[in-house]
């Protein structure tokens, strides 16, 4: 309860300085009124005059800069007839400083606004190719209930190198969340070629370990096509599960990821991990250890989570890692998609708001 408190404290620091700033013009304008008006002629308020339009111009709109523009140059045409000197050589300067700055600061509004929209076109793609590439999955897939959900690190950012499918096949429902080492369109490219293989072999392969398998070497062909480090360094770490049909369990093979956790309805959570630890995707030259699916019972009202490490690796102010083990012990969720939302927002509180790195969560229930 402290440091949540501690969390909210600091978003309320910051809604105060998000308040204060958008107030700055006006307080700018108010305050070089009052010096020009107090002080000796010789003294000139210029500094809070022009400083207001340059304030307004990344945060208002265009209408707002240009009456911030305007409303420096009423104060100072004002202050300078109240006080008689507004056809004074140093006056008379003052008031075109402050109404060049102004009209500056509409140009720059403007500039600003432009670079926006094209930020916004760009989101409004990168979302795009987010449905492309992770698309939603059904709330219901063989008899299961299924929820989805990425967060991004950064904020308006959509995708990264964060993996989830869900696929209903003939040898039960299969599943794969993984996370691709490094960022950017490299790491985007790696997860296309990630799901486009498991949606192939989940469909085809008998068994979870022979899926494991084609993944491997799809990852090895695309390191052999790349140039630069990622082609000797690179790698996924990915977590496959299999829910066959009609039968209350659940296999994995883990591949060097974060363990699935299995939720019970009486609130106990037990995490899965591998009894034999396996090296990542695209490692398979450091060592030949054959894949071994482990099972475990998924009774009725169970819920399976899987996971990428933005979850398990988030920290607070005090550089303390986020649980999930811990913090959904002794919890029901009623639906998956409940979960993951109360797992997204906890994480950003635990963090502050300051995540380092994406995440990616899928929930199975069996009703």
Avoid: C
């Avoid at 109404?99 to 979302?127: C, H, K, M, Q, Y």
């Avoid at 008899?143 to 989830?164: K, M, N, P, T, V």
């Avoid at 490299?186 to 070629?193: E, I, S």
């Amino acid at each position: 309860m402290k440091a949540e408190g501690a969390y909210g404290g600091g978003e309320r620091r910051i809604t105060y300085a998000r308040r204060f700033v958008r107030a700055l013009p006006a307080l700018l304008i108010a305050v070089g009124g009052v010096y020009d008006y107090v002080t000796p002629t010789d003294f000139s308020g210029a500094p809070f005059f022009t400083a207001a339009p340059l304030v307004a111009a990344p945060l208002y709109s265009r209408r707002g800069t240009i009456l911030t523009g305007l409303a420096a140059v009423a104060v100072v045409l004002g202050v300078h007839l109240w006080l008689g000197i507004a056809f004074d050589v140093d006056a008379i300067t003052e008031l075109v400083t402050v109404a060049t700055v102004s009209g500056l600061a509409v140009l720059i509004n403007l500039l600003v606004r432009r670079s926006d929209e094209r930020l916004a076109s760009a989101r409004e793609i990168a979302e795009a190719a987010q449905r492309a590439v992770l698309p939603e999955p059904a709330e219901r897939i063989g008899g299961y209930e299924i929820a989805a959900r990425y967060e991004a690190a950064q904020e308006g950012a959509f995708i990264g190198g964060d993996l989830y499918a869900v696929q209903d096949t003939p040898h039960g429902v299969r599943l794969v969340v993984g996370d691709v080492r490094g960022k950017g369109m490299g790491a985007v490219a790696t997860v296309a070629v990630v799901l486009g293989a498991f949606s192939e072999a989940a469909e085809q392969e008998a068994t979870l370990e022979a899926v494991a398998q084609r993944l491997e070497r799809a990852l090895t062909r695309e390191g052999t096509r790349r140039k630069g480090l990622d082609a000797y360094e690179g790698f996924t770490t990915v977590v496959l599960a299999e829910l066959p049909h009609g039968d209350g369990a659940v296999r994995i093979v883990n591949r060097g990821h974060p363990p699935p956790l299995l939720l019970y309805a009486d609130g106990t959570v037990r995490p899965q991990p591998a009894t034999e630890p396996a090296l990542p995707l695209g490692m398979g030259e450091l060592g030949t250890r054959p894949d071994r699916a482990q099972q475990a019972g998924f009774p009725s009202g169970a819920t399976l989570l899987l996971y990428t490490d933005g979850l398990s690796e988030a920290r607070d102010e005090h550089g303390e890692f986020y649980d999930p083990e811990v913090r959904l012990a002794g919890r029901g969720f009623r639906h998956p998609g409940t979960l993951l939302g109360t797992l997204a927002e906890e994480v950003r509180r635990h963090s502050g708001g300051w995540m380092t790195d994406d995440m990616a969560l899928i929930a199975v229930r069996r009703p």
